[in-house]
C-alpha cells in the first residue's frame, strides 16, 4: 500500500486532524517500522516513477522511467527493451499463476501504478503524448492491455487515455478521449476477457453490483483523468467509490485464490494536494488511505498475508509553530493558524509549504501591498493554498526518508534504515518467489508462501 507523498510530517499531520496529537492512525499501529531512503540514481530527491520502480522491481533507476533501470535512454525506446526492463513483484506473482490487483486514485497510466507493469518514460500516457519522433515508441495505456491485460482486479481513474478523441466520455458527454491512433482500449480489453467472467465497470453503482463469486476479471476505470480528492466526492453526480471501497471488492475476488495474490493499492491524490499547496485536501486523502489500510487489515489473514504500507517519496509540507494543545479542543485544529502573531504583526497557519503556489500567492502580496497576505482575510477550506517560501506553480518532493510500516510473514525485516529497492526484495522473500523462490516449502494446504504464527 503507497500513500504517494506520505512523509512523516503528512503521518503526523493526518494524525491529529483525525483524533489529535496523542492518537494513532491505523498504519501507525502496525507492529514493525523501517524508514526508506528514496533517492534515485541521478537525483537526491525522486520523481514518482523512478520510486515506485525501486519499490516494486527492487531496482533504483533515472528519474521519470518506470519499469527501466539506469541503463535506459528515455528519448530513444530501443533502450527501453531486453535487460533494460525491470519486472516487478506484480510480473512475478502473474507467472507464478497467482491473482493480480491495482487499485489507486490516480490515472492507471500514472507513474506509480505504471511502475508495476509498463517499461516507459512517465510521460507517455496515452500515444497523444508521444514526440513526433517517437518511431517504434509505446504509450502506457498500450503497455497496459500489453503486460496487464491479465490483471484480475484494476480500480482507478484514466478513462480518457484508453479512449480515442473522437469517442465521448460517458460521464460527461462534453469530454473525449486523448488517443489520436482510434484506439479504444477499454473495448480491447474486454474483447480479450470475452470467453471469462469479466466486468467492466465506470461508477459506484456498477462497483456495488458486482458479484464477486462470479467475477474473475474486473476493469473499473471512474473517472477520464485522477479520482476525486476526498474532500471533492460528493460533487461526482456518477458518484465514485472510496479507496477502502476498491480495496475491499479486490480482496473480494483476490482472495479465491488458493496460490495466493498480490494487491497493489496507493492514495495517489495526496502528492497531488500537495503540489497544489491545499493541504486540507492532502490530509483528508490520508485519513482516507488510512482508512483504506484498516479496511485491508480485518479482511487478510496476517498469519499468511504480508502488509506493507509506505510511501514513494516526501513532500514539501512542514508542522511548525506552538500551536498549544488546548487550541485543538477549541476548535483550532492543524489546519488553522499557530498561537500568535508573527513579527510582522501577520497570522501564520502551522502548516506551510518550502515550495509551491503559495509563495506566488505571498509574493504577489508583497509586490502589492508590502507585506504577506493577512491569512485572516483568506476564506479557508478545502482550496484554500497554504503559504510557501519559494514561489513555484507546483510544490516540489522533498528528499528526507519515508517510514514503511509492515506485518505478517517476514515484517520483522524493516527494523532500520533501508534502501527503498529493499522493499520488493522482502515482498519476493515472503511470497517465495524469484531469487527467493527455492527457499520456502508447500504447506500441507499446498500453499506455497512463509507463515508468522
Known amino acids: 500500500m503507497v500513500g504517494d507523498g506520505l512523509d512523516t510530517t503528512t503521518t503526523t499531520a493526518a494524525r491529529v486532524l483525525k483524533a489529535g496529537v496523542d492518537s494513532q492512525l491505523t498504519l501507525e499501529r502496525l507492529p514493525f517500522l523501517g524508514m526508506l531512503k528514496t533517492y534515485n540514481v541521478d537525483n537526491q530527491v525522486p520523481d514518482s516513477g523512478s520510486a515506485a520502480t525501486a519499490l516494486f522491481s527492487g531496482v533504483k533507476t533515472v528519474s521519470n522511467a518506470v ?20 519486472h516487478s513483484i506484480l510480473d512475478d506473482f502473474m507467472q507464478a499463476g497467482r491473482s ?32 513526433e519522433d517517437a518511431d517504434g515508441c509505446e504509450d502506457i495505456a498500450s503497455q497496459f492491455l500489453k503486460y496487464a491485460g491479465d490483471v484480475q482486479v484494476v480500480l482507478a481513474g484514466g478513462r480518457e487515455d484508453f479512449l480515442p478523441e473522437d469517442t465521448a466520455d460517458p460521464e460527461y458527454p462534453d469530454m473525449n478521449g486523448k488517443r489520436t491512433d482510434g484506439r479504444n482500449i477499454i473495448r480491447e480489453w474486454v ?19 458486482v458479484d464477486t463469486e462470479e467475477t474473475d476479471y ?70 482516507a488511505f488510512d482508512a483504506a489500510v484498516q479496511a485491508v487489515v480485518e479482511m487478510v489473514d496476517l498469519r499468511d498475508t504480508l502488509v506493507i504500507v509506505t510511501s514513494d517519496h516526501a513532500q514539501a509540507l512542514s508542522f511548525t509553530g506552538y500551536s498549544s494543545r488546548a ?6 485544529t492543524i ?20 515550495t509551491g503556489p503559495g509563495g506566488i500567492q505571498e509574493a504577489e502580496s508583497l509586490a502589492e501591498n508590502g507585506t504577506r497576505r493577512n491569512l485572516f482575510e483568506e476564506e479557508g477550506g478545502p482550496d484554500f493554498v497554504y503559504s510557501a517560501g519559494v514561489p513555484k506553480s507546483s510544490s516540489n518532493h522533498a528528499g528526507q526518508d519515508v517510514p514503511v ?43 506455497k508462501f512463509r507463515k508468522q504464527e
Request: glycine share 8%; aromatic share 10%.
Open 405 to 447: 510500516y509492515a506485518a505478517g510473514p517476514m515484517s520483522f525485516m524493516f527494523h532500520r534504515t533501508h534502501e527503498q529497492n529493499y522493499v520488493a526484495h522482502v515482498a519476493r522473500m515472503a511470497a517465495c518467489l524469484g531469487e527467493y523462490e527455492g527457499d520456502c516449502n508447500r504447506n500441507p494446504r499446498g500453499k
Open 67 to 86: 519499469g527501466l533501470d539506469s541503463t535506459v535512454d528515455l528519448e530513444d525506446c530501443s533502450t527501453m527493451e531486453g535487460e533494460a526492463q525491470a
Open 191 to 209: 474483447r480479450s476477457h470475452r470467453n471469462d467472467n469479466a466486468e467492466y465497470i465506470w461508477n459506484l453503482p456498477e462497483l456495488r453490483e
Open 327 to 332: 487550541a485543538f479542543w477549541q476548535g483550532n
Open 100 to 131: 493480480t490487483g491495482i487499485v489507486t486514485t490516480s490515472h492507471i497510466t500514472d507513474a506509480t501504478p505504471a511502475a508495476l507493469y509498463a517499461h516507459n518514460n512517465r510521460d507517455w500516457k496515452n500515444d497523444a503524448d508521444l514526440p
Open 218 to 287: 474486473l476493469l473499473g476505470l471512474f473517472e477520464p483523468g485522477d479520482m476525486r480528492y476526498e474532500t471533492d466526492r460528493g460533487r461526482d453526480g456518477a458518484l465514485e467509490p472510496t479507496l477502502s471501497t476498491m480495496a475491499r471488492k479486490a480482496l473480494e475476488i483476490l482472495q479465491k485464490n488458493d496460490e495466493g495474490y498480490f494487491l497493489m493499492v496507493e492514495g495517489g491524490q495526496i502528492d497531488d494536494a500537495h503540489h497544489e499547496g491545499t493541504a486540507v485536501k492532502a490530509l483528508y486523502d490520508t485519513v
Open 335 to 354: 489546519l488553522g493558524f499557530t498561537d500568535g502573531l508573527d513579527e510582522d504583526e501577520l497570522p501564520f497557519t502551522s502548516l506551510q509549504y518550502s
